[in-house]
């Protein structure tokens, strides 16, 4: 029996920008993703019955189709004929639709995982083929990248070459969100900024973090406040705790800052913890 244990990362969107809706109903996007080190593991066992069993240690987690872990295994059985079936196990540390992509990283986790014990050998522009088939989210965690730039729906990815390493203290309320909420809550109209993803992109090559900080940026924030307007306390609250940058990751509710040091991360994680159940500090992957 083959067996094998990946982590399972993260990602935050220090920008986002929408460009356009598409005729198949997407957005067309500009985004920056960021890796981070808040990670699910994932174990790997692969068995006889030809079925994927799933166990996870989070109650929300559904363990049968709607689990974009079980779709990526139905995706490769189906493709390539596969008659093995596998046990995965996720140990959950990702909150669930908060706009981290756990979901999505399980699901990339799993198409590389079951490229290994199965043998497959597939190259990674195939990945990321079936990968953007299970969502838009899936390709970017197939590249071994901190930093990559996501057009199109977000799957058009370009790995950059960053070596800045940040540090985030991440609030993720009770509140959740899903994709699909929060895009079809969106003007359009309200969208057409002057936001230049390459100014942010500079900054975070030099390395001028206090700089890439205040040009964090997310068109999806008007939107995720409509939904619940009472995030925008969160983000007031992070911002008065002299936090250089704050924003929205993706089309989640989650909220993060910037900061430049393990310390002030840790800092701050003590005094949120007294008014919020889920704080977080991470930094770059
Ligand atoms: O690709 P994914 O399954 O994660 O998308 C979930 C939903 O989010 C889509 O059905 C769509 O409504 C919305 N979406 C979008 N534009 C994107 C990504 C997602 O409209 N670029």
Known sequence: MQSLTLKSPAKLNLFLK??????????????????????????FRSNRS?????????PEVPLGPKNL???????????????EGVDI????????????????SNAATTLLGLNQIWGLGLPRQKLVELGARLGSDVPFFLYDASWALGTGRGDQIKPLDIRAKLWHIIVVPRRKMYSREVFTALNLELTKNK??????????????LEKAARLLFNDLETSILGICPKLLTVKKRLQACDVPGVAFSGSGPAVYGLVTSQEKARHLQKNLNRFYKQVFTAATL
């Open 18 to 43: 929408v460009l356009n809706k598409r005729p198949d109903g997407y957005h067309n996007l500009e985004t920056i993703f960021e890796r981070i080190d808040l990670c699910d593991v994932v174990g």
């Open 69 to 83: 872990v079980y779709k990526a295994f139905q995706l490769l059985q189906k493709e390539f004929g596969i008659r």
């Open 195 to 208: 936001h230049d993803v390459n100014i942010l992109l500079r900054s975070l090559r030099k390395g001028s």
């Open 89 to 104: 196990k996720i140990a959950k540390r990702i909150p669930v639709a908060a706009g981290l992509a756990g979901g999505s």
């Open 50 to 58: 030809g079925r994927i069993r799933i166990a996870c240690d989070h």
